[in-house]
């Protein structure tokens, strides 16, 4: 803890939690301010989860409730898994933040409004008819309002800052208000503005003093009686940082490929929210990664697969959209059998759909979106730092076994972040495969011959970079003889490859680990989770446990194929349901491969669930179980 923090709890109030929502027009920074509020979060030795919502229209006019930009950020002194069911405070920077995001605010929660901004023309664009800080809208709740455009104007006046460009520190007001409020210490962001805005002094300036006038407005206008502070939360020890899941991400490609020892080579077509991959990726050239922005979906996965027939590690990441539009290069993939990752950053849809919201509804798409038998291993991440290592599974797969593999993120994991211990490079999986350099068969006129699907004993064929001497083979989308690799059009060498393509990717559960029950395992009641379900079910059954009730837990990692030992494992309980954000996707597999009575609660609101909606959910089908043991007792039998 800094001295800035033992200070802090020596004279303020202490809570055990905090969600902030900041929100405003897209101009308004507030992306900004919730990152800085996060990593200050961080530093203080909170831990915290956060939740990005960014507007769908790129352009959308000012001051309106589609343009409105929000950043949630749950901050406590104790392990948190999600970014919070309802924010605490509420920090609306116009009219059409306050009336797109107060229903989410708790009963008699904070609300902290620039009331500047609360002029006729902007609540006639938010469709108030009357000023909701004075008709009675926000009776009930503890409201802050703040002259926060002015006082930032009145700040920057003698710097030498014209009046519009001081404006758009208000954002910066703000975060010293709020940081003053919940007791962060300002030295952080002090220092970050120095380093973000180097060589533009009159923006340092701007900022640094629009910071301090929000932070002095707190103890000025006598706010002392709203003033708490969330202390640190016991964490591991270890180096911590920041992090949001697609940078996660990027960094566990990259971890990859250094284990592996193989250059990592991405190519990538711009698309929300998977575009920050390729912007991470593109930033480490000193790792050997090469990042390709291509001029198509198709181009992007074509130039990934190539680079994989050339030795590299090739992955490329995309959405919902972008993934349809990669199947047949990915079936080639599957046919060709080289390695391949491809990630996808799951979005709302169906087509363009909701491009800024989340949803968990590609499921189905992965496992099956190809034409023609063309399995290959699925495997998700549940949390932003997550991210990181199923990546390195992801391309420890692929390049072990030969295979395409895909990777389900999705925009709520992409954006939001969460404190990351930074492992250990001993600690990572090992990624072990060698090239092969020699030729594997004696022909028949007994010289050394290439066979390129010759299989070891897990059905691998061996991966020959191009140009290796004596190691010549064809390569293409037509179905090819077993072994010798020639084109053929046999009705049995079709099943027979039909059939070993399948029981490839099935050996693989041979490698996976097996599911394992969190919580109370001699449960009548299991939930299978899957993806970014991950925290609030988690969040959800610590609440019911806490209540008495006995509830399993089950998140699965890999979803192709599934672990052995799952069917018999879900098996043992007399009830299994499945949240899951699309309309029961693999609750439809778990009943078609195992027949058990998977039951869906299911979320495509374009939001993560929270955990009361899985806590009312869980709690309901106890009740269920309940009831039936009540009527079958009464008629006698059990």
Request: proline share 6%; charged share 20%.
């Amino acid at each position: 803890m800094t001295d800035t923090a033992e200070r802090v709890h020596e004279t303020v109030p202490e809570t055990d939690r905090i969600v902030v929502r900041f929100a405003g027009d897209s101009g308004d920074g507030i992306q900004l301010t919730g990152d800085r509020f996060t990593s200050v979060s961080a530093l203080f030795g909170n831990d915290l989860a956060t939740l990005p919502e960014f507007p769908a229209e790129i352009r959308a006019p000012a001051g309106t409730l589609a343009g409105v930009s929000a950043f949630q950020i749950h901050v406590a002194d104790h392990e948190v898994t999600t970014p919070g069911d309802a924010p605490t405070v509420l920090v609306a920077m116009n009219p059409a933040a306050l009336r797109s995001e107060l229903d989410l605010l708790v009963d008699a929660g904070t609300v902290i409004v620039n009331r500047d901004a609360f002029v006729a023309r902007n609540l006639a664009k938010a469709g108030y008819e009357a000023d909701p800080l004075a008709d009675g809208t926000l009776d009930g709740y503890t409201v802050i309002t703040a002259p926060m455009t002015e006082l930032t104007k009145l700040a920057c006046r003698d710097l030498g800052v014209k009046p519009r460009d001081a404006e758009r520190s208000k954002n910066f007001f703000a975060l010293g208000l709020v940081s003053w409020l919940y007791s962060r210490p300002t030295e952080p962001t002090l220092e970050w503005i120095e380093t973000k805005f180097a060589g533009r002094d009159q923006v340092i300036a701007a900022n640094r003093a629009a910071f301090a006038a929000g932070h002095a407005y707190g103890e000025t206008a006598e706010l002392s009686a709203s003033r708490v502070s969330v202390g640190a939360a016991p964490l591991e020890p270890g180096t911590y940082t920041n992090v949001n899941g697609n940078t996660a991400l990027s960094w566990g490609l990259i971890a990859a490929s250094q284990q592996a020892g193989i250059p990592l080579f991405l190519g990538s077509y711009p698309i929300t929210p998977a575009s920050d991959v390729l912007h991470e990726l593109s930033k480490h050239k000193n790792f050997g990664v090469r990042a390709f922005q291509a001029e198509d979906e198709i181009a992007a996965v074509g130039a990934a697969l190539g680079a994989s027939y050339g030795g590299h590690i090739g992955v490329t990441v995309t959405s919902g959209p972008g993934l349809a539009l990669k199947s047949e290069m990915i079936g080639l993939a599957v046919s060709l059998e080289l390695p391949l990752v491809v990630i996808d950053i799951q979005r709302g849809g169906p087509s363009t759909g909701l491009p800024t919201k989340t949803e968990a509804a590609d499921l189905m798409l992965a496992m099956h979106g190809r034409h023609g038998e063309a399995p290959l291993p699925v495997l998700a991440a549940r949390s932003p730092s997550d991210c990181f290592f199923v990546a390195i599974e992801a391309v420890r797969l692929a390049v072990e076994h030969r295979t395409p593999v895909i990777m389900l993120s999705d925009g709520y994991l992409a954006n939001g972040s969460e404190p990351w211990r930074i492992p250990a490079v001993e600690d990572l999986s090992a990624i072990s495969f060698a090239f092969t350099s020699e030729p594997n068969r004696i022909g028949p006129d007994g010289e050394p011959a290439f066979w390129p699907y010759q299989r070891d004993d897990r059905l691998v064929r061996p991966w020959a970079i191009p140009g290796t001497p004596g190691l010549m083979h064809r390569i293409g989308g037509i179905e090819k003889e077993d072994g010798r690799g020639n084109i053929s059009y046999a009705p049995a060498n079709h099943q027979k490859m039909v059939d070993i393509r399948a029981a490839r990717v099935d050996a693989i559960a041979d490698r996976v680990p097996e599911a394992s029950v969190v919580g109370d395992s001699d449960a009548r009641l299991a939930v299978v989770g899957w993806g970014s379900t991950w925290g609030a079910i988690t969040s959800a059954l610590k609440r019911l446990r806490g209540r008495g009730h006995q509830v399993a837990h089950v998140h699965l990692r890999h979803l192709n194929p599934l672990p052995r030992n799952l069917g018999a494992l879900l098996g043992g309980f007399d009830r299994v349901i499945v949240p899951e954000m699309n309309t029961g996707q693999l609750a439809r597999l778990l009943r078609a491969e195992y027949l058990i009575d998977a039951r869906t609660v299911s979320k495509v609101a374009g939001q993560p669930f929270m955990a009361a909606e899985l806590e009312g959910a869980i709690e309901e089908e106890l009740g269920g179980l309940h009831r039936r043991d009540a009527s079958l007792n009464g008629g006698g039998s059990r």
